[in-house]
């Protein structure tokens, strides 16, 4: 198990004229100004259906990879507890890696596969080609979501900038991202304990609060990605 803290800077404070995290934010957190380019696209159902049943199927590429990566996920909001979700995910028949996404005012609970396909440029596939990899490569117990995929639509692609810094010993990621015309700017890390998440994620908001710099909300980019509705079948 697995806990990914997520906090988030506002945007018009920490972004420069060119749309790029400023070097004062990244100075901050002992960053380097170099970043890590992404392309990421999901592929559902035209009704995106299974979007709506919290499962997403996800192709993302990174610049510095020479794979792309597919990940099946099925999420599970924590509503009362996280053995709870755990539960209901066991009850459902769903087992993979699990990580709980540890938000300001919301926790998810996700269970994801993930399968690497060899690649060397740095572009994601097409639908049919997106489509013969989703649907070739997927872990059984996602089959049952493959059902009428066929009917399928791209949703994206988006591209994000991502740096790596550092805060009291955990290494913290600075992403950016453009969503419907929207900047989003994410900083997170992954721990291995609840109480190690509650404590880091304390840290990163009384340090974006010091800079005059925290955003006091919870953003799920793939929420606002699958709801700003921008696909290409």
Do not use: C
Request: no cysteine.
């Amino acid at each position: 198990m697995k806990y990914e803290v997520k906090v988030f800077a506002v945007v018009q404070e920490v972004l420069n004229k060119k749309g790029h995290i400023k070097s004062s934010l990244l100075k901050a957190f002992n960053a380097k100004k170099g970043d890590e380019d992404f392309l990421v696209q999901f592929i559902d159902h035209d009704s995106k259906r299974n979007y709506h049943n919290k499962v997403t199927m996800r192709i993302r590429k990174s610049e510095d990879d020479e794979f792309m990566e597919i990940q099946y996920k099925k999420r599970y909001p924590v509503l009362t507890t996280i053995d709870d979700a755990i539960q209901q995910a066991e009850e459902e028949g769903i087992d993979g890696e699990l990580e709980v996404e540890y938000g300001v005012n919301k926790k998810t609970l996700s269970v994801t596969h993930v399968v690497e396909i060899p690649v060397n440029a740095h572009i994601l596939p097409a639908l049919d080609k997106s489509h013969h990899h989703v649907t070739s490569e997927a872990p059984e117990i996602f089959e049952p979501f493959l059902t009428e995929l066929d009917e399928s639509t791209l949703v994206g692609p988006y591209e994000f900038e991502r740096h790596t810094g550092k805060l009291n010993g955990y290494k913290i990621k600075l992403e950016r991202w453009l969503i419907a015309d929207e900047g989003i700017v994410e900083l997170s890390s992954k721990v291995k304990t609840e109480e190690e998440a509650q404590e880091l994620q304390q840290q990163l908001i009384n340090y974006l609060k010091e800079l005059n710099v925290y955003e006091a909300t919870d953003q799920l980019k793939t929420e606002l990605i699958f709801e700003n509705n921008v696909s290409s079948s």
